[in-house]
């Protein structure tokens, strides 16, 4: 589980990085697809990652809008601040937490059951998803997007030696 989670942080640190060379303009772009802009889609990426963390854990969900955020370097303090807790949880995990059951009220009052794990690979396929998205807009602007590859990152505990 933790492989994935450094792995999405990696690829999300790169594309802030990326983002770097496109004025504000670009970033906030109503495009197809996603949150609707590049910038707001990196948003919506952190905040659903700390949300899940947190509501698995019975604790209150972040509920503030995008309004709020709307700049790079924003949305960077953002991931930066919610960052700390969710990398102290995804380190903590452990096989005894997978089948813990998360209870969730919809907006209609039905409660739907989940485990903490299908929760857990819902945040990193969610992540996977819309970097996928971010790919096909960085192309739509005739800029190359940043490499998807899991391999040649060093994530594994045999990749250096």
Not at 3 to 21: G, H, I, S
Not at 68 to 94: I, P, T
């Amino acid at each position: 589980m933790q492989l994935f989670f450094k792995y999405n942080w990696m690829v999300r640190d790169e594309w802030y990085q990326w983002c770097e060379d496109l004025n504000e303009e670009e970033l906030l772009l109503d495009r197809t697809g996603g949150k609707g802009s590049i910038l707001h889609t990196l948003f919506h990426i952190v905040d659903v990652e700390w949300s899940w963390i947190r509501l698995i854990q019975d604790k209150t969900d972040f509920q503030d809008s995008f309004d709020a955020y709307k700049s790079l370097k924003k949305v960077r303090e953002l991931n930066a601040n919610f960052h700390l807790e969710v990398e102290s949880f995804v380190n903590k995990w452990d096989a005894n937490m997978e089948g813990r059951i998360f209870y969730d009220t919809l907006s209609d009052g039905s409660v739907v059951t989940d485990t903490w794990g299908e929760v857990m690979r819902h945040i990193i396929a969610h992540e996977i998803h819309h970097i996928g998205q971010l790919s096909i807009w960085a192309r739509e602007i005739g800029k190359s997007p940043v490499s998807a590859n899991f391999i040649g990152r060093g994530l594994s505990s045999y990749s250096n030696k």
